[in-house]
């Protein structure tokens, strides 16, 4: 079982910069794929970044493409995503996903561990 737990959001101005963390308990990242998500109220969930561990092979969706980067530590514990260049559009609640193995799914269904959001919030 892996619990995970998200943190670094907040209000920011459109062009600034956030960091967001998620800080795996329970077990170690270092068999998992880990992503990003992200939901608007009334929206679907939509993928932004994954990391395959073992391989340390990343994906982000094209609207985060040049602006995200998606990144973990060597402990197998925390996974970040480094967000420039934010835009209101990039307002959401932000979650962190994971599932045991290398494929990277890009859908929610994808995934049996998720945490409990962080929000960030983009102003104009």
């Known amino acids: 079982q892996v619990q995970l737990v998200e943190s670094g959001g907040g209000l920011v101005q459109a062009g600034g910069s956030l960091r967001l963390s998620c800080a795996a308990s329970?077990?170690?990242?270092?068999?998992?794929?880990v992503a990003w998500f992200r939901q608007v109220l009334g929206k679907e969930r939509e993928f932004v970044a994954g990391?395959?561990?073992?391989?340390?092979?990343?994906q982000e969706a094209d609207s985060v493409k040049g602006r995200f980067t998606i990144s973990r530590d060597n402990a197998g514990t925390t996974v970040y995503l480094q967000m420039n260049s934010l835009k209101p559009e990039d307002t959401a609640v932000y979650y962190c996903?994971?599932?045991?193995?290398?494929?990277?799914?890009?859908?929610?269904?994808?995934?049996?561990?998720w945490g409990q959001g962080t929000q960030v919030t983009v102003s104009s």
């Open positions: 329970g077990r170690t990242l270092s068999a998992y794929t």
């Open positions: 990391i395959r561990w073992t391989s340390d092979t990343t």
């Open positions: 996903a994971a599932r045991s193995g290398s494929y990277l799914f890009t859908t929610p269904g994808g995934y049996d561990y």
